[in-house]
């Protein structure tokens, strides 16, 4: 009989949902072999099917830029910092991030590693995200179940008239960044 070396399967890797990245043309497109890993401080997690749940309706997807991934490798059981995707040489990939819908609180954020290149992110919540079965998953808490929260029932119109009084009544030169670039 001869001797193998080889890894043991991580028991827990059928349960591991896939890294979702993104090409420099903004392009998202899921790792095979790669799990998402999401962070709350220091500390790092594996997304698994019992930590996250379908991304909740409305939600958006951001690529986030100069920034290199940080992914569970499910081959070596390690976690690992990507710049390029190692199944296309020489392609740039970046992490991506949900923005959650109202009425949700992110328990992880997107993990990635910061470069000499790296700007500041505007101040939004940069929730993880992976990709399992056809669906976007991400690890959230529904803090509001009320019906003005659902992305679905607000009217396009409705949120604008809001920003316009909000604008009259609070000149951009006083509210600053955020309202200069709402319109």
């Known amino acids: 009989m001869k001797n193998k070396n080889h890894r043991k399967k991580n028991r827990y890797q059928n349960n591991q949902i896939t890294a979702v990245v993104a090409n420099f043309k903004g392009e998202i497109f899921e790792l095979d072999g790669y799990a998402a890993v999401g962070m ?14 379908d991304m909740p309706f409305g939600g958006e997807l951001m690529m986030l830029p100069d920034r290199d991934v940080v992914v569970y490798n499910q081959s070596s059981n390690l ?70 929260q659902d992305l679905r029932l607000m009217k396009q119109e409705d949120v604008l008239e809001g920003v316009i009084k909000k604008k009259k009544k609070c000149p951009i030169t006083d509210c600053g960044f955020i309202l200069k670039n709402v319109l």
């Open 79 to 148: 976690f690992e910092t990507l710049y390029e995707n190692p199944y296309e040489e020489g392609e740039r990939i970046f992490p991506v991030a949900a923005f959650n819908s109202p009425g949700y609180v992110n328990t992880f954020l997107c993990a990635y590693e910061e470069n000499e290149k790296t700007d500041m992110l505007p101040l939004f919540s940069y929730g993880v995200l992976g990709w399992d079965k056809g669906v976007f998953k991400t690890c959230v808490i529904q803090v509001d179940v009320e019906k003005r």
């Open 40 to 53: 709350a401080g220091l500390s790092v997690v594996v997304l698994d099917t019992d930590n996250t749940s």
